[in-house]
């Protein structure tokens, strides 16, 4: 009897599996992150080097999208303004202390095809992430606050790249 429980529980789980994968198949909606489908082949990235810079180079060449050395041989242009940090506090204990901050990441680019004088209109990314603080463990929460930091960053390269799929080449 102990036999037959056990097989008609592994069925179920994989019934259960089975039926999920299909579910999860049959929906249109549903992709892991990859290739994200750019309109272009080349771009060229001026500006100041920010700190994104570096992942949002290895990003485009993992799409596909050569990083071109000077501005003739790019189909598109894009400019990284500036970007700012900002560390926030939400909230104080009792005794005065730091409980709790906010981190902001803002980072703003523009576009434009070489062809074309006019820059699009200034484009802003942001992100935020709160984290709970405290002194007896200075040094952990400095290491976690890195790593929200470098989260954000990311979150900004993605939504960089998500905004530059929406970019249409004009008709030459």
């Known amino acids: 009897m102990k036999e037959t429980t056990m097989h008609k529980t592994i069925m179920r789980r994989i019934s259960l599996f089975v039926l999920f994968t299909l579910v999860l198949s049959a929906c249109g909606g549903f992709q892991l992150r990859g290739m994200t489908e750019l309109s272009f082949k080349t771009l060229y990235i001026q500006g100041a080097p920010l700190s ?36 926030r506090i939400l909230s104080l204990s009792g005794g005065g202390l730091v ?26 990314v942001q992100a935020r992430r709160d984290f709970s603080y405290n002194d007896n463990a200075l040094l952990g929460k400095a290491d976690e606050e890195s790593r929200l930091n470098a989260d954000m960053r990311q979150d900004a390269v993605r939504e960089v790249l998500r905004r530059l799929t929406a970019i249409k080449p004009s008709a030459k």
């Open 52 to 87: 994104i810079s570096r992942d949002l180079k290895q990003s485009l060449k993992t799409n596909g999208v050569q990083v071109a050395e000077n501005v003739e041989s790019a189909e598109l242009l894009l400019e990284l303004v500036n970007e700012t940090y900002e560390k």
């Open 99 to 124: 409980r709790e901050f906010e981190l902001n990441y803002r980072v703003n680019f523009r576009t434009r095809e070489p062809a074309n004088p006019i820059w699009s209109k200034v484009q802003t």
